[in-house]
């Protein structure tokens, strides 16, 4: 699914960092086996830039990405991703 990243969850840490705060709350990717008959797990996350170079028509880049241990998502807890970019 794709999460919008409000500008409130990105802080400018120095001149060449920035910190960017994703979280997927208790309401959100839950029962993901409906949607596609997998297993329902979450083991990978994306992190893209919308149109950084002002391309025509916009043409979003991945700027970071994390596979990890699968994570199966429900109601009852929040999932919670912190990505700290150095230029």
């Not at 699914?1 to 910190?19: A, D, G, Q």
């Not at 994703?22 to 149109?51: M, P, R, W």
Request: charged residues 20%; aromatic residues 10%; contains cysteine.
């Amino acid at each position: 699914p794709k999460i919008l990243l409000p500008y409130s969850k990105i802080t400018l840490i120095n001149e060449s960092s920035v910190r960017m705060t994703l979280t997927i709350d208790e309401d959100a990717c839950n029962n993901l086996a409906d949607l596609d008959d997998t297993d329902g797990s979450i083991n990978e996350i994306g992190l893209f830039a919308f149109n950084p170079g002002s391309h025509s028509p916009p043409a979003p880049i991945m700027v970071a990405y994390k596979k990890f241990t699968k994570q199966y998502k429900a109601s009852d807890h929040s999932l919670v991703f912190r990505w700290t970019i150095n230029f």
